[in-house]
């Protein structure tokens, strides 16, 4: 499967960025998916994660109550609605995909080595 990630940009802090990671290729397996972010000399970490049923969903402490994720099975695309962001929050920005099976479709993961696709980056960055 192919991931495509958009929506990134340059906002002010307090603003809001919707980012989408549409999948192409063998959109026909289930997938859990999860968003990821990097800032420049730091690794790689987990934003939130979300099951293939969207039933159940998992987020960084540092987003709570801030980022949303979301999926919409029929398009394969997952969206992470970012709300009062912060210049913390300045990072590329990746979604990535690991295939679940029908009994693991409750189940989100929360880390980087769990997932076998991942998109190629969205930049967003957050001004003061």
């Known amino acids: 499967v192919q991931l495509q990630a958009s929506g990134g940009g340059l906002v002010q802090a307090g603003g809001s960025l919707r980012l989408s990671c549409a999948a192409s290729?063998?959109?026909?397996?289930?997938?859990?998916m999860g968003w990821f972010r990097q800032a420049p000399g730091t690794e790689r970490n987990i934003v939130a994660a979300?099951?293939?049923?969207?039933?159940?969903?998992y987020y960084a402490d540092s987003v709570k109550g801030r980022f949303t994720i979301s999926r919409d099975n029929a398009k394969n695309t997952v969206y992470l609605q970012m709300d009062s962001l912060k210049p913390g929050d300045t990072a590329v920005y990746y979604c990535?995909?690991?295939?679940?099976?029908?009994?693991?479709?409750?189940?989100?993961?929360?880390?980087?080595?769990?997932?076998?696709?991942w998109g190629q980056g969205t930049q967003v960055t957050v001004s003061r």
């Open positions: 990535a995909a690991v295939r679940v099976g029908y009994y693991s479709k409750e189940y989100y993961y929360t880390e980087g080595k769990q997932y076998a696709y």
């Open positions: 290729g063998r959109t026909g397996s289930q997938y859990a």
């Open positions: 979300i099951s293939w049923s969207g039933g159940n969903a």
